[in-house]
């Protein structure tokens, strides 16, 4: 079981399951190998391979193990919580982080300097009142540094480049040199620390002889290597490391969404012999761009649907030579390739340049995740090495003759860091593309060899050959105020529809034409945003016109004003100003739907536990120790066993071992789940006497590995764990929720059709802007089907439809899964009542999704009118519609009569 603090620093590192393993391996290490200067290497290794077999040998003079985690996993945070923890749990003050080169030596140095954006020890208390002092290449020698080193008690974090210490590198003689105020070498002094923990970063690049030689004079207690590649590499020849402990590869990294999903781009039915090189190398280029163009519209659109930052893209190319690179930059440039718009927006990069060319590139290129800064298209001559750590390389473009080997490696080394920390359920926002028109199959076959798995992507199917853009839409109510709209600036696109979309219907004629009213009104929206946000005073859209809100947002709207916010417009007076709040708040009110934000939560009694199942032991096959190693590990353990071996009772049931570690963990309650933990325990032990001599070895087991055991058995209860209530509320943290701008994607120069006319082209619906609507919330919107907009005409037919819209992301909070999120189609509201509508093909009416989906919503349906029959609104509910029902004859409340999807009775 894992000390207090691997669970303390996973929580406060929200580390990634990955990197909570490797502490959890880590924290088992220290308690089994106990690891200190002078210690007995054999013996500590023997320790280390009984319980990690794939532990071969250190490969050093002191003991170090190898964590091989894949690109994009975090490999920085995990050495934050190393570090963490081993202060913590074993006191352990001094550390040195080694980088490979310059490169990833600045990006250490910054990650360990607090107040930076990637800061590692974010989140840790004690670091926060005290944090570590950094000693690094540039401040060794300084003499308040050294004196901090020795009158302190805090952690010392030492980062250097393995130059510093490389022995035939003309650098270290600074740092051999004698300290006038040591006596003796910086380097010495490190060596002589009893308690030095050595951090290697891109592990693979010290085993050197030279390199391994200047590590192993440090004498550290312990070393950590981290690599995403644990093996080394001479000429064809690939030896993997002895040393790896933890390994979670790429391809299991993929699999559980922590990096990009990469995806190979080609043309159907794409013959390259057809084309000459010339020919081939401009396709690869403009359909990389076609590429690069259409997910850049596609992470706008994500960033303003989701409220997230906006991510700018750019596009990787990989030049044969120095020569070809420069004639790639020209022709991108030229004002013949896609009208010149890439000009200023390329850098070129390779060994060659030098001086000012070169410092100019390299600040462009470690700053072009920056959405401000220009660069789109970046040329290369060589794959970019280790450090360059991007989140937004989008697309590759490889020009390059490679072996496919070479060009999948090239992919998953670079580019498949994710930029908001996780997959978005978005394809294009998730995915790296390779452009290989003339590799493909190759690239195809040698991913499915490396266990990887590459998707497809199909230029002119999947990414349109013509360009698409963002269309942003704003609610009725902004356009019917007049308020001004805030123009494009760095990483946030105008909440404008986009020049391409001709509106079918005329716009409607602003209320407020004198800018300061429409100022006001803007103000007037903003307060009523944090007003809602207290259910008691305004559990529905008609509180907000009671004097006493009114009063409020009047209050509010004057102090925004008073404080500088309109000083650029006439000043209002207090009378004027109580008009535009509540005209605009009347205005506001009749151009939304009041959709409370319900939250379900449990009331009463609630019981948990785990259901019945049987352990998965397969692979399960711990060997018992020699008594010296089990005594040696019990006299460090402050459990009661101890007593047993010195001469108490040991436990009567070879069950009672795995039980008693069981227990320890919070969830697990021994009075409710007896009887399934002794059912467990009992198939530990069953297990273990299949294949071990007698009953000693068993115990000798049981008692060594309880830890690992129990976490073992604890992590297979998990899918099994249950919880019930004796009944649920709802609770109402807003009375509504707001209507936001939404984003679409659609093609460049779209135009806005009228809704009520049939489509001849069904196919191409999604890629469809339509308007002319009387009673929708938006002014544009887009359908998903046909069957979407023919229920839309019904709406806009049916008098007893007031108003309706098609919500965008987040405006529900209907959970469906563990993890996920339900977003109706339709939201409308009639003279008596609301609806969710969700038209369905008939087919799929009975479909586990659909009917998952449906059983969320009526619920959420009948909390939510709960809470406005309360307050004087309308009831909701869901109507869930088979397509074939929709037509132009039909009114929504003959649709809900026949198709509402009643809530399932409680407890059921």
């Known amino acids: 079981m894992s000390s207090r603090h691997v669970n303390s620093v996973s929580g406060r590192l929200s580390l990634r399951t990955p990197q909570r393993r490797s ?38 003079a002191f003991p170090s193990l190898c964590f091989a985690l894949a690109t994009g996993v975090g490999k920085t945070r995990l050495m934050g919580a190393f570090i963490t923890y081993l202060h913590l749990e074993r006191g352990i003050r001094h550390f040195f982080v080694l980088a490979p080169n310059l490169t990833i030596y600045n990006k250490l140095v910054a990650d360990f300097t607090p107040h930076t954006p990637k800061y590692v020890f974010q989140g840790i208390a004690e670091f926060a009142v005290k944090a570590p002092t950094l000693v690094t290449g540039e401040n060794f020698e300084q003499k308040p540094q050294v004196l901090d080193l020795f009158e302190r008690d805090d952690v010392i974090i030492n980062i250097f480049n393995i130059s510093k210490f490389n022995t035939r590198a003309a650098d270290s003689r600074k740092i051999r040199r004698l300290s006038e105020f040591l006596g003796h070498s910086y380097f010495d002094y490190l060596a002589g620390l009893d308690d030095l923990v050595l951090i290697m970063d891109e592990a693979h690049r010290y085993r050197a002889d030279t390199s391994m030689k200047s590590i192993e004079e440090l004498k ?118 896609f009208d010149g718009r890439y000009k200023g927006r390329v850098i070129q990069m390779h ?35 280790e450090g360059w750590d991007v989140t937004n390389l989008y697309t590759i473009v490889p020009l390059r003759a490679a072996d496919s080997r070479t060009l999948v490696e090239q992919s998953i080394g670079r580019g498949l860091r994710l930029p908001y920390g996780k997959r978005t359920g978005v394809a294009a926002v998730d995915r790296l593309t390779i452009v290989a028109h003339d590799r493909f199959q190759d690239i195809v076959d040698e991913a499915k060899k490396g266990g990887y798995s590459f998707t497809t992507v199909n230029i002119g199917e999947d990414i349109e050959e013509t360009p698409k853009q963002t269309v942003v839409v704003v609610p009725t109510f902004e356009a019917l105020l007049g308020v001004p709209q805030p123009q494009g600036e760095a990483g946030a696109a105008p909440a404008t529809q986009s020049a391409g979309a001709k509106p079918a219907a005329p716009a409607p004629e602003p209320r407020f034409k004198k800018p300061e009213e429409a100022a006001a009104a803007k103000l007037t929206l903003q307060a009523i945003t944090r007003v809602v946000r207290d259910p ?48 605009a708040t009347a205005i506001y009110v009749a151009h939304t739907i009041a959709i409370p934000r319900v939250i379900v939560l449990p009331k009463g009694v609630v019981r948990a536990g785990f259901g019945d199942f049987t352990l998965d032991l397969s692979s399960f096959r711990l060997q018992p120790v020699s008594q010296e190693i089990l005594v040696q590990h019990l ?78 058995v604890h992590t297979q209860m998990q899918p099994h764990a249950w919880d019930e209530a004796s009944s649920y509320e709802a609770v109402v943290s807003q009375g509504f929720s707001e209507v936001r701008p939404q984003a679409f994607t659609a093609p460049a120069g ?3 059709r ?33 069957t979407e907009r023919r229920f839309a005409v019904v709406l806009e037919k049916d008098t007893a439809v007031i108003k309706w819209f098609k919500p965008g992301k987040g405006v529900f909070q209907i959970r469906y899964t563990a993890d996920s999120d339900y977003e109706p189609d339709f939201v409308v509201e009639t003279e008596t009542e609301k609806l969710l509508c969700e038209p369905k093909g008939a087919d799929r009416m009975q479909d586990a999704v659909v009917l998952v989906k449906a059983r969320a919503a009526a619920t959420w349906c009948k909390h939510a009118s709960a809470h406005e029959t309360a307050n004087n609104g309308k009831p909701w509910r869901y109507v869930l519609i088979p397509h074939e029902a929709i037509a132009d004859n039909m009114t929504v409340a003959g649709l809900a009569e026949r198709y509402t999807f009643a809530a399932p009775e409680e407890g059921k």
């Not at 069904?762 to 089907?785: P, W």
């Open 23 to 60: 502490l959890e391996i880590l924290d088992r290490v220290m308690e089994i190998a106990q690891p200190h200067k002078g210690g007995d290497l054999k013996a500590a290794l023997d320790r280390i391979r009984a319980e990690f077999p794939t532990v071969e040998d250190f490969e050093r």
């Open 351 to 385: 060994s060659g340049q030098r001086g000012a060319e070169k410092d100019e590139n390299v600040e462009r290129l470690l700053s072009v995740e920056r959405p401000n800064e220009p660069t789109e298209i970046v040329v290369h001559v060589n794959m970019l090495k």
């Open 536 to 583: 008691q005073r305004v559990p529905g859209p008609k509180a907000l016109q009671s004097e006493e809100v009114q009063k409020k947002l009047v209050a509010e709207v004057a102090q925004q004003q008073n404080s500088g916010q309109l000083t650029m417009f006439p000043t209002l007076s207090e009378e004027e100003l109580v008009l535009v709040v509540r005209e």
């Open 750 to 752: 779209e135009v806005v």
């Open 635 to 712: 006299n460090s353990d402050t459990r009661d066993v101890i007593g047993a071996l010195a001469g108490g009772a040991a436990e009567e049931r070879l069950e009672d071992y795995v039980v008693r570690g069981l227990i320890d963990f919070d969830d697990v309650s021994y009075d409710e789940q007896a009887d399934l933990l002794y059912k467990l325990a009992g198939q530990v032990v069953a297990h273990l006497r299949s294949y071990l001599r007698d009953d000693d070895e068993v115990r000798n087991v049981l008692i060594f590995h309880q830890r690992q055991i129990a976490t073992l």
């Open 220 to 337: 550290p207690v312990l070393g950590i290597e981290l690599s995403a590649t644990p093996q080394v590499e001479s000429g064809s020849k690939s030896t993997r490391f002895k040393n790896v402990i933890y390994d979670y590869p790429l391809a299991k990294a993929m699999q559980d969404g922590y990096v990009k999903e990469p995806a190979v781009a080609t043309r159907a039915n794409f013959n390259p012999r057809s084309m000459d090189k010339e020919a081939l190398e401009r396709l690869k280029l403009e359909d990389g761009v076609r590429v690069h163009e259409s997910v850049k519209v596609d992470l706008d659109v994500y960033a303003q649907q989701n409220g997230a930052r906006k991510v700018k893209p750019f596009m990787l190319v990989i030049a044969e030579d120095t020569g070809h690179a420069g004639a790639l930059v020209k022709l991108i440039e030229d004002d013949q390739f």
């Open 754 to 786: 009228a809704f009520d006319r049939p489509i001849d082209n069904k196919v191409d619906i999604r890629k469809m802007l339509f308007g002319g609507f009387k009673k929708c919330l938006y002014a544009t919107q887009k359908f998903d089907s046909d």
